[in-house]
T-cell receptor, first 111, second 114 residues
Framework: SQQGEEDPQALSIQEGENATMNCSYK?????LQWYRQNSGRGLVHLIL?????REKHSGRLRVTLDTSKKSSSLLITASRAADTASYFC???????????FGTGTRLKVLA | DADVTQTPRNRITKTGKRIMLECSQT?????MYWYRQDPGLGLRLIYY???????NKGEISDGYSVSRQAQAKFSLSLESAIPNQTALYFC?????????????FGPGTRLTVT
């Protein structure tokens, strides 16, 4: 069973717009990570947020975490065509180093 | 990521055949993972290994086996391949030192079972 589910499943925006995708999960976590996957290729780590953090920034990325709602959001500001990819959240639980991935959001940025 | 390599990159095999997928890493990481990816289902964990003598089943280990030949090598075997094992398979590594939790993925192996 999937721990995380992303919403929306697919998103299409114009270059320069912001993209927001959400991740919901089911159990208590130690950390939540976001990964990007270009078509058919390996995943690349984007950002990690720990359970005691509420917001984190990295370049054009902003991640928020609401542990009371068991949800996280990833905001990509000023999107570019190169941001076109699938984005996955992955949750890690305390005491383990295994992660459960969500189903992903497919983002398409139109030039 | 060239630090994590997978062979083969593509493989077509027949039902009932035994097949091995190999993963090597030069990152010096102690933890290694095997995932499969199916359309619409994200990544699912097959097996993971925290060191050479520590191997654990993931959520979908049935029909698969693994071998951690060295810290740098982690192989996934399908003893008798079946069509529903057609998928994209990824190897990943992480480092228990520093508590960064980040995983580094290989380029994937696209497996088709006919």
């Amino acid at each position: 069973s999937q721990q995380g589910e992303e919403d929306p499943q697919a998103l299409s925006i114009q270059e320069g717009e912001n993209a927001t995708m959400n991740c919901s999960y089911k159990t208590s976590i130690n950390n939540l990570q976001w990964y990007r996957q270009n078509s058919g290729r390996g995943l690349v780590h984007l950002i990690l947020i720990r359970s005691n953090e509420r917001e984190k920034h990295s370049g054009r990325l902003r991640v928020t975490l609401d542990t009371s709602k068991k949800s996280s959001s990833l905001l990509i500001t000023a999107s570019r065509a190169a941001d076109t990819a699938s984005y996955f959240c992955a949750t890690g639980t305390s005491g383990t180093y295994k992660y459960i991935f969500g189903t992903g959001t497919r983002l398409k940025v139109l030039a | 990521d060239a630090d994590v390599t997978q062979t083969p990159r593509n493989r077509i095999t027949k039902t009932g055949k035994r097949i091995m997928l190999e993963c090597s890493q030069t990152k010096g990481h102690d933890r290694m993972y095997w995932y499969r990816q199916d359309p619409g289902l994200g990544l699912r964990l097959i097996y993971y290994s925290f060191d050479v003598k520590d191997i654990n089943k993931g959520e979908i280990s049935d029909g698969y086996s693994v071998s951690r030949q060295a810290q740098a090598k982690f192989s996934l075997s399908l003893e008798s391949a079946i069509p529903n094992q057609t998928a994209l398979y990824f190897c990943a590594t992480s480092d228990s030192r520093g508590y960064t939790y980040e995983q580094y993925f290989g380029p994937g192996t696209r497996l088709t079972v006919t």
